[in-house]
């Protein structure tokens, strides 16, 4: 961390993650409380945020695939070159990791919460492909920007400490989209579009 230039199109989110764990630390340093920082990978899963505009990277594929899906579109176009590469946690599993970094965690360090496995865009929108069981294809835009190469996360001191993720991708985006009650879901999306 502060190692390197922070992304632009990611620099003031990132600004600000730091910013609350730079506080924890001083917290704890200036004043002993137990304040610690999680600091969570990509999350997804149940009342994700679907609306295009504002969403994330997998609710916003699961989204694009089940419409190309229901309305017979012969393909989804994605952004990008489709080669960044993205970690992904399931938020179940950052729940048990916060509830876990709470009993057994008192450094003034952040501990990173993730898997420690990322995947490219491209290879995460034919994963979400399969299980919306859409058959159209995938269409790059590669005149749209790619965003930051890769964000993978060194877990090995949450690892060391004895917590790992149990939600496998495929099972946590199966999951998630199997408890989406698609037909009044696609309506609610119609309206959170205008």
């Not at 099972?171 to 698609?182: C, N, W």
Request: aromatic share 10%.
């Amino acid at each position: 961390m502060l190692s390197g230039f922070l992304e632009p199109t990611n620099e003031p989110y990132a600004i600000a993650k730091i910013a609350g764990i730079k506080l924890c630390e001083a917290y704890q340093s200036q004043f002993g409380c137990n304040f610690i920082s999680a600091m969570p990978t990509n999350l997804y899963g149940p009342n994700d945020n679907y609306n295009l505009r504002t969403s994330h990277v997998l609710p916003a594929l699961i989204r694009k695939f089940h419409e190309a899906k229901v309305n017979g579109d012969p393909y989804v176009e994605m952004w990008g070159t489709g080669t960044p590469l993205r970690e992904f946690l399931h938020v179940d599993d950052l729940a048990e990791a916060s509830l876990f970094l709470m009993l057994h965690y008192d450094e003034v360090s952040h501990v990173n919460a993730g898997t420690g496995e990322d995947l490219t865009i491209l290879a995460l929108a034919q994963l979400i492909k399969n299980i919306v069981d859409y058959t159209g294809e995938i269409r790059l835009n590669t005149s749209k920007p790619d965003g930051t190469p890769r964000k993978l996360m060194d877990v090995s001191k949450i690892h060391a400490l004895g917590w790992k993720h149990r939600i496998g991708l495929q099972e946590g985006i199966e999951r998630t989209y199997a408890e989406l009650d698609t037909e009044e879901w696609f309506h609610e999306l119609e309206k959170t579009s205008m």
